[in-house]
C-alpha cells in the first residue's frame, strides 16, 4: 500500500536558523498537502500543492512538489520560536491522504 | 463559524468497555474522516465517508471498531469491547470533497486502563 515518509523524525534548531523537512512517497501522488501540529493540538492545513514541479511561499515557509510527484519539501527561513510543532506532509494518491511521520521541530531561542 | 466537533475531550476506561467517540462535521462538508494518533504510528486513517456513504474502511484495525455517518451532521466512531493498546487520540476532520483541505476537531483522548 501507500506510505509517506519523512526526515528527519526531530530536529533541534538555533531561533534564526533555517529548517527543512523532506516527504518522500511509495507511488505517485496525484497532490501534497501540509499541515501543521502544535504541541498538544490538532493538524492545521497549511498549503496544498497539485503540479509536478510546484514551488508555493507562504512568508517564511517555502514549498515544493517534485517532478516526479513522489517528494515534497518544506523549508522555512530564519526560525522563531512561533514555529515550534510537528510538520506533516499528507499525499493523495488515487482517493485518500495518507499522512507521513511528521518531523518534529524544536527552535531554542 | 463552528469547526469540526467532537466529543468527548477526554475518556477515561477499563479494558472492555465500550466506547463511542462523536463528531460533528462543518456544516455543508460531504467529507468526513476519523483518524487515530499514537506516537508509535503516528497519524493513521482509520475511515472515511463520502455523502455520508463509507467509501473505505481498510484502515480499522478490528472488527472491535465501527462507524456510522446516519446523516450529513453526525458520525461515531466506536470501539466495543476496548483494549489498552486503544489508546490514542482520535480525531475527526472533514472537507469540501475527497481532495479538499482537511479540517480537524480538537480529537478526543482515549485511555483505556
Known amino acids: 500500500g501507500q506510505q509517506v515518509m519523512q526526515i528527519p523524525q526531530y530536529q533541534h534548531v538555533q531561533e534564526g536558523e533555517d529548517f527543512t523537512t523532506y516527504c518522500n512517497s511509495s507511488?505517485?501522488?496525484?497532490?501534497i498537502q501540509w499541515y501543521k501540529q502544535r504541541p498538544g493540538g490538532h493538524p492545521v492545513f497549511l498549503i496544498q500543492?497539485?503540479?509536478?514541479?510546484e514551488v508555493k511561499k507562504q512568508k517564511r515557509l517555502t514549498f515544493q512538489f517534485g517532478e516526479a510527484k513522489k517528494n515534497s519539501s518544506l523549508h522555512i527561513t530564519a526560525t522563531q520560536t512561533t514555529d515550534v510543532g510537528t510538520y506533516f506532509c499528507?499525499?493523495?494518491?488515487?482517493?485518500?491522504?495518507?499522512f507521513g511521520t511528521g518531523t518534529r521541530l524544536k527552535v531554542l531561542a | 463559524d463552528a469547526g469540526v466537533i467532537q466529543s468527548p475531550r477526554h475518556e477515561v476506561t477499563e479494558m472492555g468497555q465500550e466506547v463511542t467517540l462523536r463528531c460533528k462535521p462543518i456544516?455543508?462538508?460531504?467529507?468526513l474522516f476519523w483518524y487515530r494518533q499514537t506516537m508509535m504510528r503516528g497519524l493513521e486513517l482509520l475511515i472515511y465517508?463520502?455523502?455520508?456513504?463509507?467509501?473505505?474502511d481498510s484502515g480499522m484495525p478490528e472488527d472491535r471498531f465501527s462507524a456510522k455517518m446516519p446523516n450529513a451532521s453526525f458520525s461515531t466512531l466506536k470501539i466495543q469491547p476496548s483494549e489498552p493498546r486503544d489508546s490514542a487520540v482520535y480525531f475527526c476532520?472533514?472537507?469540501?470533497?475527497?481532495?479538499?483541505?482537511?479540517?480537524f476537531g480538537e480529537g478526543s483522548r482515549l485511555t483505556v486502563l
Open positions: 476532520a472533514s472537507s469540501l470533497g475527497l481532495a479538499g483541505e482537511l479540517f
Open positions: 507511488t505517485t501522488l496525484s497532490n
Open positions: 500543492l497539485v503540479k509536478s514541479g
Open positions: 499528507a499525499g493523495r494518491g488515487t482517493y485518500k491522504y495518507i
Open positions: 456544516s455543508g462538508h460531504n467529507s
Open positions: 465517508f463520502n455523502n455520508n456513504v463509507p467509501i473505505d
